[in-house]
């Protein structure tokens, strides 16, 4: 196969170029007198769709393709090792923006990677200090109005930056691998909690939490379940695991296995962000889950949309024609709780009903709620 992209590439260069292989599946080029910029991109697009072609190896046609990260001299560089180094920011640039794509150096990327590096740095010290909590909001039952569940959101409370949003570090925790050790902390500190508020005379309601695919395909997923139900003395029934549709269709096989010893011992699984992803009735049958979860850009516009309308009404009825329970997430204001109480939709979650807060505000929140 290497043997193969070589010849290919061979095929999209001059004789006056040079072609190396780095290591792995990385391969430089070096253009001499490449002329414009315009000329460099309209050769990394001609490499791109080369490498599009499928190869034929024995008899197996195997596809791939290039992400690519330019760099040019003088203005990125006048040696060796610092173009290198922004022709490869530039290339993992290309890889987040969807692959197969090319992708000249830019300081702002400079800088960005420098934040990236500071950020990750920051991460792991705030794991060795203990700087993250968990905010929960509240999910209520359409038709009774009580409280059935929480999900458990983890922030980031830096000593220097204050209340660091989610968005900003989960995707770093995520490539660094660094959600793993945080998703076992929120675990433990979720069931821990759903205990807690037990054991202070709160009626007992779920506690949700979101699970990576990262953490889901580590082989010792169960294990840290099991722990966590058993340091809280929390029964799995409160306990429910929410899951992207992307982590079902990954290695079937074996997440199908996971899933079924999750569900073997009594924890609960929900599909996060349903309509989203690779939606498939094959995958609801299969992994047995228990409850789909409406995204949020349907239930936004369910109002003022009618497509919007007819695809939250279509999920709640395959949801309950499969014996799920369905739950909006995102909802903003009565006239869309009034429409989902119309679809028939079990459950809802949103600001109009609590933004999520800390465990003794959420306590405070369920005693309010409370029948005197």
Request: charged share 25%; net charge negative; aromatic share 6%.
């Given at each position: 196969?290497?043997?193969?992209?070589?010849?290919?590439?061979?095929?999209?260069?001059?004789?006056?170029?040079?072609?190396?292989?780095?290591?792995?599946?990385?391969?430089?080029?070096?253009?001499?007198?490449?002329?414009?910029?315009?000329?460099v991109s309209r050769l990394a697009d001609k490499i791109q769709q080369r490498?599009?072609?499928?190869?034929?190896?024995?008899?197996?046609?195997?596809?791939?393709?290039?992400?690519?990260?330019?760099?040019?001299?003088?203005?990125?560089?006048?040696?060796?090792?610092s173009l290198t180094q922004k022709a490869d920011t530039a290339m993992y640039?290309?890889?987040?923006?969807?692959?197969?794509?090319?992708?000249?150096?830019?300081?702002?990327?400079?800088?960005?990677?420098?934040?990236?590096?500071?950020?990750?740095?920051?991460?792991?010290?705030?794991?060795?200090?203990?700087?993250?909590?968990?905010?929960?909001?509240p999910q209520i039952d359409l038709a009774s109005g009580a409280i059935v569940?929480?999900?458990?959101?983890?922030?980031?409370?830096?000593?220097?930056?204050?209340?660091?949003?989610?968005?900003?570090?989960?995707?770093?925790?995520?490539?660094?691998?660094?959600?793993?050790?945080?998703?076992?902390?929120?675990?433990?500190?979720?069931?821990?909690?759903?205990?807690?508020?037990?054991?202070?005379?709160?009626?007992?309601?779920?506690?949700?939490?979101?699970?990576?695919?990262?953490?889901?395909?580590?082989?010792?997923?169960?294990?840290?379940?099991?722990?966590?139900?058993?340091?809280?003395?929390?029964?799995?029934?409160?306990?429910?695991?929410?899951?992207?549709?992307?982590?079902?269709?990954?290695?079937?096989?074996?997440?199908?296995?996971?899933?079924?010893?999750?569900?073997?011992?009594?924890?609960?699984?929900?599909?996060?962000?349903?309509?989203?992803?690779?939606?498939?009735?094959?995958?609801?049958?299969?992994?047995?889950?228990?409850?789909?979860?409406?995204?949020?850009?349907?239930?936004?516009?369910?109002?003022?949309?009618?497509?919007?309308?007819?695809?939250?009404?279509?999920?709640?009825?395959?949801?309950?024609?499969?014996?799920?329970?369905?739950?909006?997430?995102?909802?903003?204001?009565?006239?869309?709780?009034?429409?989902?109480?119309?679809?028939?939709?079990?459950?809802?979650?949103?600001?109009?009903?609590?933004?999520?807060?800390?465990?003794?505000?959420?306590?405070?929140?369920?005693?309010?709620?409370?029948?005197?």
């Amino acid at each position: 196969m290497l043997q193969a992209v070589v010849a290919r590439l061979g095929t999209c260069v001059r004789e006056s170029d040079t072609i190396s292989r780095q290591g792995g599946d990385e391969f430089l080029i070096v253009l001499r007198d490449a002329g414009d910029s315009e000329s460099v991109s309209r050769l990394a697009d001609k490499i791109q769709q080369r490498m599009g072609e499928p190869f034929l190896i024995g008899q197996h046609a195997l596809s791939t393709s290039f992400s690519i990260g330019i760099s040019l001299f003088p203005d990125d560089g006048d040696d060796f090792d610092s173009l290198t180094q922004k022709a490869d920011t530039a290339m993992y640039h290309a890889k987040h923006s969807g692959r197969n794509a090319h992708r000249f150096f830019t300081e702002q990327m400079n800088v960005q990677a420098v934040e990236h590096m500071h950020l990750e740095t920051r991460l792991r010290r705030a794991l060795e200090r203990s700087e993250f909590v968990l905010h929960y909001q509240p999910q209520i039952d359409l038709a009774s109005g009580a409280i059935v569940g929480v999900e458990a959101l983890v922030r980031w409370q830096s000593p220097d930056h204050g209340l660091v949003a989610p968005a900003k570090f989960i995707p770093i925790a995520e490539e660094t691998g660094l959600i793993v050790p945080l998703g076992k902390w929120v675990l433990g500190e979720a069931c821990r909690q759903a205990s807690a508020w037990q054991a202070a005379g709160l009626p007992p309601f779920s506690v949700a939490v979101n699970l990576s695919g990262v953490q889901f395909r580590r082989s010792d997923l169960l294990e840290t379940v099991i722990n966590s139900l058993v340091l809280a003395d929390l029964d799995s029934q409160w306990l429910e695991l929410e899951l992207t549709e992307s982590i079902l269709i990954h290695d079937a096989e074996a997440t199908l296995d996971t899933a079924r010893r999750l569900k073997a011992i009594g924890v609960k699984l929900s599909v996060d962000d349903f309509g989203t992803g690779y939606s498939s009735l094959a995958y609801l049958k299969r992994f047995a889950v228990d409850k789909l979860k409406i995204a949020r850009p349907f239930v936004r516009d369910l109002v003022s949309n009618a497509d919007d309308a007819a695809i939250v009404r279509a999920i709640v009825q395959m949801a309950h024609a499969l014996k799920l329970r369905a739950i909006a997430e995102g909802v903003e204001d009565a006239e869309v709780a009034a429409q989902l109480r119309l679809c028939q939709c079990d459950e809802i979650q949103g600001y109009w009903i609590a933004r999520p807060m800390p465990a003794d505000a959420l306590a405070a929140f369920v005693l309010g709620r409370q029948p005197a």
